[in-house]
């Protein structure tokens, strides 16, 4: 999917008469490109899982987190091919990846209050 808006976004900036050349990106850009469409992959499996109507959500709030906080936390550590992707990571997307990380944590902390969450329990 990425090569396709490759192409297409390679082909706009390269026209001077658009004046769209400090748009340009480059090789590096695209890898990260790339990775981010990989690695967001889960959430948007997630965010159409609890979209579905019919189905409770709240008992699965707690296994999908820890789905997504191990999948973040294996491409986070992207140690020679360990990482759920099975690819280097570029620096820039497993630092991000280790702040959503760190933030999903955060969230999932709020869960021992929740009386909602107890109750569904």
Do not use: G
């Given at each position: ?44 499996e ?8 019919n ?24 140690t ?42």
């Amino acid at each position: 999917m990425t090569l396709e808006y490759c192409l297409a976004v390679d082909s706009i900036t390269a026209d001077k008469s658009l004046n769209l050349r400090s748009y340009e990106l480059f090789d590096n850009d695209w890898k990260v490109v790339s990775d981010l469409i990989s690695v967001l992959q889960i959430f948007k499996e997630a965010t159409l899982f609890f979209s579905i109507d019919n189905k409770p959500s709240i008992a699965n709030v707690i296994p999908t987190m820890d789905r997504i906080d191990q999948m973040l936390k294996r491409s986070s550590l992207d140690t020679a091919k360990t990482n759920s992707l099975d690819k280097a990571l570029e620096p820039s997307v497993k630092h991000a990846l280790t702040f959503a990380r760190s933030h999903l944590n955060k969230y999932y902390s709020k869960t021992d209050t929740s009386n909602v969450y107890r109750i569904a329990i």
